[in-house]
Nanobody, 119 residues
Framework: QVQLVESGGGLVQAGGSLRLSCAASETLFSFNVMGWYRQTPGNQRELVAVISNSGSTNYEDSVKGRFTISRENAKNTLYLQMNSLKPEDTAVYYC?????????????WGQGTQVTVSS
């Protein structure tokens, strides 16, 4: 069973930075697309950023220019560098991995890490 373990969340003042990490139990090459989602109480989980196996990325409009998603294949780790944080970035952030192969499609989630941005 694939395991994704997030770390790096915490409390930061507005304008500050945090780097989230997601350590996978398998090589990142086994996943077609990986990403970061976030969720606030009472709301649906929303996509923040994704990165494909080829390295192409895509971001939610509100984080463009502030957040950077990257992957370190040698460490089986996905990152989200978050700069110029705003109070509205406060949420639980989840790591996501998707695999599509001849046996079908699978999606995996981490347990989440809390990010709180104070004004």
């Amino acid at each position: 069973q694939v395991q994704l373990v997030e770390s790096g969340g915490g409390l930061v003042q507005a304008g500050g930075s945090l780097r989230l990490s997601c350590a996978a139990s398998e090589t990142l090459f086994s996943f077609n697309v990986m990403g970061w989602y976030r969720q606030t109480p009472g709301n649906q989980r929303e996509l923040v950023a994704v990165i494909s196996n080829s390295g192409s990325t895509n971001y939610e409009d509100s984080v463009k220019g502030r957040f950077t998603i990257s992957r370190e294949n040698a460490k089986n780790t996905l990152y989200l560098q978050m700069n110029s944080l705003k109070p509205e970035d406060t949420a639980v952030y989840y790591c996501n991995a998707n695999r599509i192969n001849a046996w079908g499609a699978s999606t995996y989630w981490g347990q989440g890490t809390q990010v709180t941005v104070s004004s």
